[in-house]
């Protein structure tokens, strides 16, 4: 009933409900009903029934207050100043539309969202908007291709306190697979802060989790020589600052250009193909 006289809790104002495993996109819907002039905040973190798109639009489109639609635990908010080249800073907003500072498989969302270990150590699984499938590759990649990485937040590890992590300044350790696109769910740990002692720095691992020094990046062939054909390395831990962010909800243009890539998706009538895509591709470019 969209009637505020008879909708439960017609002027419902803030409601969290953090790892919910029985909120769907229908239950944001039904939420939004009667309630329109009134909500202003919503959490659905860890809601894995939940999704980016449909799901937050029915909210977005229904509610014009709404100040803050939460789909990340907080500490995931801000620019992530990253080491790489060509890559500059990649800024998430509360509800996980992301940009990132290049031209390429630059702009999307992350479209899920595990909890691993516990609250602050977590797996995310990103949805490009701006993905265009290299020559070679299937028309279906374009939506199946969702490459994801596991987060650690340093501020709450017993390892970064006795390591000097300034409490003032975020920082998280980020663990990306160099072969195949899924996250690695074991990944990072604690102890890695040892290992890595200022942001903007890397460590790598070989398939078997030991960690690898600069000697050992690259394979070398029986004369000696470096075979650049040969690389150890399976998976990269990085130490980043996180800088704040305000405001939490991103710029319009960004969700306006999720939406469209939302609804594309489903007129191509691939998503149900979107996991098994995503398998295929995780399987084919691991490089075992």
């Not at 802060?193 to 070989?206: A, F, M």
């Not at 306006?256 to 594309?264: I, Y």
Request: charged residues 25%; negative net charge; contains cysteine.
């Amino acid at each position: 009933n969209d009637d505020e006289d008879t909708c439960y809790l017609p002027v419902l104002q803030s409601i969290s409900m953090v790892g919910s495993v029985d909120v769907t996109d229908e239950g944001l819907k039904a939420l939004a009903v009667g309630r329109r002039n009134h909500l202003k905040r919503v959490d659905i973190t860890f809601c894995r029934r939940t999704t980016y798109h449909p799901g937050t639009f029915y909210l977005r489109d229904t509610c014009p207050l709404l100040q803050e639609l939460r789909r990340q635990p907080a500490w995931m908010d801000g620019t992530f100043l990253t080491p790489f080249d060509n890559d500059g800073g990649h800024t998430y907003w509360c509800d996980g539309t992301f940009r990132f500072e290049r031209t390429n498989q630059s702009v999307g969302f992350i479209c899920s969202l595990e909890e691993l270990s516990g609250p602050n150590h977590v797996a995310d699984k990103l949805q490009y908007s701006n993905f265009d499938p290299p020559a070679g590759w299937p028309v279906w990649s374009r939506y199946s291709y969702r490459p994801g990485v596991s987060l650690l937040n340093l501020s709450s590890t017993e390892a970064s306190n006795r390591n000097g992590v300034d409490q003032q300044r975020r920082e998280v350790l980020v663990a990306q697979r160099l072969a195949g696109i899924r996250p690695p769910k074991n990944l990072p740990t604690p102890d890695m802060v040892d290992w890595i002692r200022e942001p903007g720095k890397s460590q790598y691992l070989d398939r078997h989790g030991q960690r690898l020094d600069e000697n050992e990046l690259e394979a070398t062939n029986g004369n000696g020589n470096g075979n650049p054909n040969i690389d150890n390395r399976s998976t990269m831990i990085t130490r980043m600052q996180v800088l704040p962010l305000k405001p939490f909800m991103p710029p319009q243009e960004l969700v306006q250009m999720n939406q469209r890539f939302g609804e594309e998706m489903k007129a191509s009538e691939r998503e149900w193909f979107l996991d098994g895509g995503e398998a295929f591709l995780h399987h084919a470019l691991d490089r075992e």
